[in-house]
């Protein structure tokens, strides 16, 4: 899957280092509206961080035997934000789904298309036998993604994550491969 076509208007693909200053610059546009929920964004100062991160999926790749993880949104020809596993437990094949989009982009189905796909991809290709999210509480949006798809609410950790100044909780959805459905 180095290049999944959805649909007319949405795609995935692996991030190229080409790819660092648009990447960046969404970033920078959506910083106010994605600090709510990630932890990591004050740590974007330069081009050169998105780089880095661009570098970081490219090693992936070869340690999962070419099998890349990480994936640039394009919608409409435009990086929009960020799919793919954040981490893969081999062993007990399973993979963690985190994602998110440039605030602009919010409210045109663009992530569910690449949930959808991001899942299909997991099960299929990864061979998995279980994928799960992790989501603050609080953010709706998010949850709304993996609920969409019918992941099982399977719990919460109490102050799973520091974001800047406070702790918030996370809910855990999963899902096994068999009660995936093609929806």
Same mark, same amino acid.
């Given at each position: 899957?180095?290049?999944?076509?959805?649909?007319?208007?949405?795609?995935?693909?692996?991030?190229?280092?080409?790819?660092?200053?648009?990447?960046? &610059?969404?970033?920078?546009?959506?910083?106010?509206?994605?600090?709510?929920?990630?932890?990591?964004?004050?740590?974007?100062?330069?081009?050169?961080?998105?780089?880095?991160?661009?570098?970081?999926?490219?090693?992936?790749?070869?340690? &999962?035997?070419?099998? #890349?993880?990480?994936?640039?949104?394009?919608?409409?020809?435009?990086?929009?934000?960020?799919?793919?596993?954040?981490?893969?437990?081999?062993?007990?094949?399973?993979?963690?789904?985190?994602?998110?989009?440039?605030?602009?982009?919010?409210?045109?189905?663009?992530?569910?298309?690449?949930?959808?796909?991001?899942?299909?991809?997991?099960?299929?290709?990864?061979?998995?036998?279980?994928?799960?999210? &992790?989501?603050?509480?609080?953010?709706?949006?998010?949850?709304?993604? #993996?609920?969409?798809?019918?992941?099982?609410? %399977?719990?919460?950790?109490?102050?799973?994550?520091?974001?800047?100044?406070?702790?918030?909780?996370?809910?855990?959805?999963?899902?096994?491969?068999? %009660?995936?459905?093609?929806?």
């Amino acid at each position: 899957m180095l290049i999944q076509k959805i649909d007319d208007e949405v795609q995935l693909r692996m991030f190229y280092e080409d790819d660092a200053e648009e990447f960046f &610059n969404l970033i920078m546009e959506s910083k106010s509206y994605l600090k709510k929920w990630l932890g990591w964004v004050d740590h974007t100062k330069t081009v050169e961080d998105t780089t880095q991160f661009i570098k970081s999926g490219h090693t992936e790749l070869i340690e &999962n035997g070419g099998y #890349p993880t990480s994936f640039a949104i394009i919608y409409k020809g435009k990086i929009a934000g960020t799919i793919g596993f954040n981490e893969i437990d081999k062993t007990n094949k399973k993979g963690f789904i985190g994602y998110w989009l440039g605030e602009k982009f919010q409210g045109k189905g663009i992530m569910s298309r690449a949930f959808k796909s991001v899942v299909d991809y997991g099960f299929k290709e990864l061979k998995l036998n279980r994928i799960q999210v &992790n989501v603050a509480v609080d953010n709706h949006k998010s949850r709304a993604i #993996p609920e969409r798809f019918g992941f099982k609410k %399977e719990g919460m950790i109490r102050q799973a994550e520091w974001l800047y100044n406070h702790y918030v909780d996370h809910i855990i959805y999963g899902l096994l491969a068999r %009660e995936w459905k093609s929806f």
